[in-house]
Structure formats: structure tokens, C-alpha cells
């Protein structure tokens, strides 16, 4: 949307067009924030074995967990956006800032013929599928043995999107998540084959020892769950190590509720004032309630879950959505919006 935004703006030869590209690419990003809440409820609802889901149930609990967490994020937006400024790096905001900063001149026709090679790159490959975009071992006779004798297995995917991204990324970064993938298909998937060799498994409808299932199935079944386990520990160590941050910012949001200077807020820049802290409060109770009536009434048996469920709500949005501000603001933190 960004490289849309800019593209647009150099067609139609807009002077300063700077403003009007971060306004597109923020509510771009807003949109991409409620699809996200949508991927988050999906696997839920599989997992719980629930399939007759109407549009207003799926709807609801996705535009209440928005609002909510725009709420959450406004008290965290002074400390990620000012005090932690220049701190974190990298990739999808130093992209966007890029693009939207190159709003003319030679680093817009940089990015024009740069996304010109890149969709170039893109129709070869896809489209004329002179080659494919997961280049592995398994393709020659020597990466089959290796696969069959020894269970190791080697693949790049070459999509132009994920190189640009290692670009952005840097060495360090790029690094580790080529580390994370090695250590699952170098080492995790060939010591599964030898502790759980006897173990059998369903792969395709079908019985078989793990001994004897491909290496795909034994990623897919097993080494994944390994990754996503790293993740919500991951997300466990950010939170604990964020609860300094936590304190900090609790105590600073009572203060501005009870505070009765709120007149001061008037000298400040534009960009640097927030929703009075009342009415962020306010808001998020709200948002809480609406959770909960929505639960007793589409969900709940009894008044106790719906008592559970507000409370849940109540801990696992204030818990979580520090952990996911952090995210966002680790990804985005250059981003000139």
C-alpha cells in the first residue's frame, strides 16, 4: 500500500504528498490489524470443533477486540512512540518509511524500477514458472538420499517479497530466523525420527510407523508445534521482561485519570497528545461488557461463565496486548506514521 501510495502520488505529480501517503498506508495497516484478528479467532473456533459460526458471531468479537486494543494501545503509544524512539530497528516500518519518504525525485524512481524487476521477477516465476519458488534438495538424486538415509532436508524460497524483506531485516536478523529453520530441519526433525521411530502416525489417511513417514508430514505433525511453543514462551519472557515497562505506564495512566492539570494537554504538539485518560478507561470497560453480554448471550450457559469470560477478557487483553504493542511497535518503529 505504501509503494501504491507513493506511485500514485509521482503519477499524478503531487507536490508534497507526504501526509496524504501516511494517512493511506495507515489505514491500510489498520485493515491488516482487523484481518489479524480474524486469523487469531479461525484457528479457535477449528480447534474447538465449531462450524456453525454466522457472520455477526465472527464479526462482533473481531470489531470489539479492535476497538479494545486501540484503546490499550493509546496507553502505551507515549513510551513505544517517544521514549523508545530510534530504538527498535527494522523491517515493515523502515520499508514503509522508505517508500513514503521517497515521494519524489531519484529515490521514488529507484523504488519504481526496483518494484518494476521485482514484478518482472515475480511473472517469470509464477506465472512462466521457469523455475520453482521452493528450490530444495529433494529435487536432485544426492538431496533424495540424504531425505531417505539421514532425514535432513535443505529448501529456499526465492519469492522476490521474501528477499526484499531480508534486505530490510539486516544480517543479524536474517540470521537468526535462518538459525530457527536450521535448527528445526537439521536438527529437531532427525532427532524426532530416532527417539520416535516406533511411534505411528496418520499421514494422509493413512497408518505408518513415524520411521517411515515423509519428512514433510514429520514437520507439519510434530516440529511445528516445536516453533509455535518457542513463540508463546517467547511471548512469556516479553512479558516478564516488559513488567517494569508495565508498572510504569499503569502508575502514569492513574495519575493522568485523577490528574486535574488535563488543561496542560493544550501546549502540547498535536501528535503528542492522547484520548483523555477517562476516556480510554471508559472505553475499555465498555469494550469489556460488550465482550461479556456477547458471550452470555451467544456462548454461555449460566451467568458464572459469563463472569469467567469477563474476567479472562479483562486479564488476557491487559497481559497479551502488551506483548502484542510490542510486536507492532518492533516491526513498525520507523514508520513515519
Known amino acids: 500500500m505504501s509503494v501504491l501510495a507513493m506511485g500514485m502520488a509521482v503519477l499524478f505529480h503531487r507536490r508534497n504528498a507526504f501526509p496524504e501517503t501516511v494517512h ?3 489505514i491500510a495497516s489498520a485493515g491488516t490489524n482487523i484481518i489479524g484478528g480474524a486469523m487469531f479467532i479461525l484457528p479457535a473456533l477449528y480447534i474447538l470443533n ?47 518509511a522508505e517508500v513514503l519518504e521517497s515521494d519524489e525525485g ?5 523504488m ?16 512462466l514458472g521457469w523455475w520453482q519458488e521452493l528450490l530444495t534438495t529433494t529435487t536432485f538424486h544426492w538431496g533424495q538420499v540424504l531425505a531417505d538415509k539421514y532425514k535432513l532436508v535443505f529448501s529456499l524460497d526465492n519469492d522476490a517479497a521474501l528477499l526484499g524483506i531480508g534486505y530490510f531485516t539486516g544480517l543479524r536478523y536474517a540470521a537468526i530466523i535462518a538459525a530457527g529453520s536450521f535448527f528445526s530441519w537439521l536438527v529437531c526433525i532427525p532427532v524426532a525420527y530416532y527417539l520416535g521411530g516406533d511411534h505411528t502416525m496418520v499421514v494422509g489417511g493413512e497408518t505408518m510407523l513415524l520411521a517411515n513417514a515423509p519428512v ?17 514462551m517467547s511471548g512469556i519472557i516479553g512479558l516478564l521482561s516488559m513488567s ?18 488535563a488543561s496542560s494537554s493544550g501546549m502540547l504538539l498535536r501528535t503528542q497528545q492522547d484520548l483523555p485518560m477517562t476516556q480510554i478507561v471508559f472505553g475499555s470497560l465498555l469494550m469489556t461488557i460488550l465482550f461479556a453480554v456477547f458471550f452470555h448471550v451467544m456462548c454461555a450457559e449460566s451467568l458464572t461463565q459469563t463472569v469467567i469470560a469477563f474476567v479472562l477478557v479483562m486479564l488476557f487483553a491487559l497481559m497479551l496486548s502488551v506483548v502484542g504493542i510490542s510486536s507492532i511497535a ?8
Open 50 to 96: 465449531i462450524e456453525d459460526v454466522s457472520f455477526l458471531e465472527m464479526a462482533i468479537p473481531i470489531v470489539l477486540g479492535g476497538v479494545l486494543g486501540v484503546f490499550l494501545a493509546t496507553v502505551f503509544r507515549r513510551y513505544f512512540c517517544e521514549e523508545m524512539d530510534g530504538v527498535y530497528p527494522f523491517p515493515s516500518g523502515s520499508a514503509a
Open 330 to 337: 518492533f516491526t513498525m518503529s520507523r514508520s513515519p506514521a
Open 24 to 26: 493511506i498506508q495507515a
Open 106 to 110: 531519484s529515490k521514488a524512481h529507484i
Open 112 to 127: 519504481l524500477v526496483s518494484g518494476a524487476v521485482a514484478l518482472v521477477y515475480d511473472f517469470v516465476l509464477n506465472s
Open 244 to 261: 517494569g515497562v508495565v508498572v510504569r505506564v499503569v502508575k502514569r495512566a492513574v495519575a493522568d485519570l485523577f490528574s486535574k492539570g
Open 216 to 232: 514433510d508430514a514429520v514437520f507439519s505433525q510434530y516440529v511445528r508445534h516445536i516453533g509455535i511453543g518457542m513463540l508463546a
